[in-house]
């Protein structure tokens, strides 16, 4: 059974750095294919993709975030970590990581963490 | 980017009865169009991918369709259980960069 679990602050300030650390279990990120990303979501609001890394250290972000953002991934430890710089309170959100699966070409999320909610205020 | 487009925002639908989803894309993503369902207070479900793939343990009464820039998604029968926001999102493409759609909520009429 796979399972994801976000974990970091519940409250930063304004220009602050964010790190978001996701621990899984029941897979492997050295599996060909797999990999592991994150999604936030406003309050109310939509479903917004931010990164990705793959098994083979393959990074991805949303090129309105890139700037801000870096994953990374500790395979031994079944973790991976979002750093999102210069903290605004448009980025209050709930913080979503998800497993995307190997074993398929399409770029989707089959499970998800519970998710962890942000706020960003003074 | 693709911008994914749902329509409509909120859709009234009686227990039984059906449900129908619709998604466009500001340009063609062939098939790599995934839906997910989300309920209150809980992360997003895996429903459908590759616009009419059902992921797994996902009944039969939700089906998917469409190709191009227009998609569809399809409740068969409401339950009770089925009352929630769904979103699209779109993978097409390298570099990916991957989009959601603004969601629909399905609501009890």
């Known amino acids: 059974q796979i399972t994801l679990k976000e974990s970091g602050p519940t409250l930063v300030k304004p220009t602050e750095t964010l790190t978001l650390t996701c621990t899984f279990s029941?897979?492997?990120?050295?599996?060909?294919?797999?990999?592991v990303g994150w999604v936030r979501q406003p309050p109310g609001k939509a479903l917004e993709w931010l990164a990705l890394i793959y098994w083979n250290e393959d990074k991805r972000y949303s090129p309105s975030l890139k700037n801000r953002l870096t994953i990374t991934k500790d395979a031994s430890k079944n973790q991976v970590v979002l750093t999102m710089t210069n903290m605004d309170p448009v980025d209050t959100a709930t913080y979503y990581c998800?497993?995307?699966?190997?074993?398929?070409?399409?770029?989707?999320?089959?499970?998800w963490g519970q998710g962890t909610l942000v706020t960003v205020s003074s | 980017e693709i911008v994914m487009t749902q329509s409509p925002a909120t859709v009234s639908v009686s227990p039984g009865e059906r449900a129908t989803l619709s998604c466009r894309a500001s340009?063609?993503?062939?098939?790599?169009l995934a839906w997910y369902q989300q309920k209150p207070g809980q992360a997003p479900r895996l429903l459908i991918y590759d616009s009419s793939t059902r992921a797994t343990g996902i009944p039969a009464r939700f089906s998917g369709g469409g190709s191009g820039t227009e998609f569809t998604l399809t409740i068969s029968s409401l339950q009770s259980e089925d009352f929630a926001i769904y979103y699209c999102q779109q993978y097409h493409g390298w570099p990916p960069h991957l989009t959601f759609g603004g969601g629909t909520r399905v609501e009890i009429k």
């Open positions: 998800a497993h995307r699966p190997g074993q398929t070409d399409a770029i989707i999320f089959d499970v």
């Open positions: 340009q063609s993503v062939y098939s790599a």
């Open positions: 029941g897979f492997s990120l050295t599996t060909s294919g797999v990999a």
